[in-house]
């Protein structure tokens, strides 16, 4: 009989336990990682939304997660949390800033949980931290310059420049928000940006525009597409020309070696990256060809940066991939 294969090490490495959060604009997904690295428990809960309150709302929920991982698992003791958040984020002052479809401004997350856990607490943006997970330990490991790009509800990056991530006091990475078209209106109030023509909720709600259909998401637009519905082709030929626009700018301004392009709408596999590889080649002169790469650390990215960036604070030091 043949030896089963040996489990795979844990991705984060032994180090002190913390607890980790990601909230999203529709669900937030909670974990407790123990010494070893692992993750004893995920869960995923509703974001709550109480308007002006929902930064309040999203701390007491967080210290509601954290009792019943207390309860639960009475032999791991976290001794620092890490929380991302979507919007505008200052993550030098702890600040969530501005999140247009979540109701907070200038909201002092670190404070307020770092209050409600008594555990210090690193806060940063939800794309930010899932991209510390894919610089450190996936695709984006092997190389210096290199931004990691999420295509989901919304679509922002994490720039990383000569290994370091680069956040522009917060501002920096905002892909989603540059114009690339005439039109639809942004929820931030900007006509044309990327995230409104590109992104997977934008891509739906386009064609259910365009043809009074209800689909739910842009996977089952790229299926008609494929099937032949013309309709459905011009949405996604339109948002694949709009990616491959912004990520232009992108390449004649900070030259990166790779892109590296998560996020659900990246679960398309080959049907985005190959044409949007096409288009961007097609747009390139003398630039540098960046590679560009699906994401590969997986829907717990955001829970694994911020672990990692939990324990940053406890001085451990920073895990980082094999080259």
């Not at 044409?275 to 630039?287: K, N, Q």
Request: overall charge negative; some cysteine.
């Amino acid at each position: 009989m043949a030896t089963p294969p040996s489990p795979a090490p844990e991705p984060l490495g032994p180090g002190e336990p913390v607890l980790a959060v990601d909230v999203g604009g529709t669900d937030m997904k909670a974990a407790l990682v123990d010494a070893s690295g692992r993750l004893v428990e995920v869960l995923r809960r509703p974001t709550p939304l109480d308007g002006d309150r929902t930064g309040e709302a999203v701390v007491e929920a967080v210290a509601r997660l954290a009792d019943g991982f207390r309860d639960r698992h009475p032999d791991v003791t976290p001794a620092a949390a890490g929380l991302l958040v979507p919007g505008h984020v200052d993550d030098d002052a702890g600040v969530g800033v501005f999140a247009e479809n979540l109701g907070w401004r200038d909201f002092p997350f670190r404070d307020r949980a770092e209050a409600a856990l008594h555990l210090p607490v690193s806060f940063s943006h939800d794309v930010r931290g899932a991209g510390e997970a894919e610089h450190r330990l996936g695709a984006a490991a092997p190389y210096r310059d290199v931004v990691v790009m999420a295509i989901g509800t919304g679509i922002a990056g994490a720039v990383f420049i000569d290994g370091r991530l680069y956040t522009g006091g917060g501002m920096a990475g905002e892909m989603g928000h540059s114009r690339v078209a005439d039109g639809p209106r942004c929820a931030c109030g900007g006509i044309g940006c990327l995230e409104a023509v590109a992104s997977a909720a934008a891509i739906a709600r386009r064609y259910n525009a365009r043809t009074g259909a209800s689909l739910p998401g842009a996977r089952e637009v790229l299926e008609r597409a494929e099937a032949g519905d013309p309709d459905a082709r011009a949405v996604w030929d339109s948002a694949l020309d709009a990616l491959a626009l912004d990520l232009s700018h992108t390449v004649a301004l900070l030259a990166p070696e790779a892109i590296v392009i998560g996020g659900g709408l990246a679960q398309a596999g080959p049907a985005l990256f190959e044409p949007l590889r096409e288009r961007l080649d097609g747009i390139l002169t003398f630039h540098r060809r960046p590679a560009l790469l699906p994401a590969s650390i997986g829907e717990n990215a955001g829970l694994i940066g911020a672990a990692l960036r939990a324990r940053d604070l406890l001085g451990a030091p920073a895990v980082q991939a094999a080259s």
